[in-house]
Nanobody
């Protein structure tokens, strides 16, 4: 059973920092990409950052220069370092990954979501 488990959400002050983690576990043949999406109340889920296992990275314009995505390949863990967060970054953050399980076809997996609240 493949799953993504997130951690690190919480309350952070504007201008502070917070790091989110997401670990993939289960019987995994390979991972193609991992990333983070977010959904604020009343809004659609949107891409925050995505990193391929080949190393290419993309960010939403709204977080460029403030957030950094990285992967620890051996641990199948993706991180989102959030520096200088703003109140508008408040949302539920979801981990996302394209995973090919052992003996199954690949598909997108989602984590359970972790709340990030940016407020003083």
């Amino acid at each position: 059973q493949v799953q993504l488990v997130e951690s690190g959400g919480g309350l952070v002050q504007p201008g502070g920092s917070l790091r989110l983690s997401c670990a993939a576990s289960g019987s995994i043949s390979r991972i193609t990409s991992m990333g983070w999406y977010r959904q604020a109340p009343g809004k659609q889920r949107e891409l925050v950052a995505l990193i391929s296992y080949g190393g290419s990275i993309s960010y939403a314009d709204s977080v460029k220069g403030r957030f950094t995505i990285s992967i620890e390949y051996a641990k199948k863990t993706v991180y989102l370092q959030m520096n200088s967060p703003k109140p508008e970054d408040t949302a539920v953050y979801y981990c996302n990954a394209y995973i090919v399980p052992s003996f199954e076809s690949g598909r997108v997996y989602w984590g359970q979501g972790t709340q990030v609240t940016v407020s003083s």
